[in-house]
Nanobody, 124 residues
Framework: QVQLVESGGGLVQAGGSLRLSCAAS?????????MAWFRQAPGKEREFVAR????????YYAESVKGRFTISRDNAKNTVYLQMNSLKPEDTAVYYC????????????????WGQGTQVTVSS
């Protein structure tokens, strides 16, 4: 089992920045995992934001956030981050951290472990 705990959400004005954190723990967590961020706005489906393969650091972003968001990891802290810059009102959503041991994907069904979510609200 893997436990994921997000933090760092909040209210920010358009053009501002936030950094989300996701701390991973559990007996089976290791560098073989892929970590990802998803988001879900009210009335919409959960959508992929970014992912990182823990062992290699290879990253992949959704087109909507490319150039504005950066995913990174801290091996010593077993923590993955999402640095969000130039935020827009359409970035408003609950952001979820996700992890999977075997798959590398951009679909929510490909991830077995999820955090509780953290709210990000961008005002115009």
């Amino acid at each position: 089992q893997v436990q994921l705990v997000e933090s760092g959400g909040g209210l920010v004005q358009a053009g501002g920045s936030l950094r989300l954190s996701c701390a991973a723990s559990g007996r089976t967590f290791s560098s073989t995992y892929t970590m990802a961020w998803f988001r879900q706005a009210p009335g919409k489906e959960r959508e992929f934001v970014a992912r990182i393969i823990w062992s290699t650091g290879i990253r992949y972003y959704a087109e909507s956030v490319k150039g504005r968001f950066t995913i990174s990891r801290d091996n010593a802290k077993n923590t993955v981050y999402l640095q969000m810059n130039s935020l827009k009102p359409e970035d408003t959503a609950v952001y979820y951290c996700a992890a999977d041991r075997y798959r590398v994907g951009s679909m929510a069904v490909e991830y077995d472990y999820w955090g509780q979510g953290t709210q990000v609200t961008v005002s115009s």
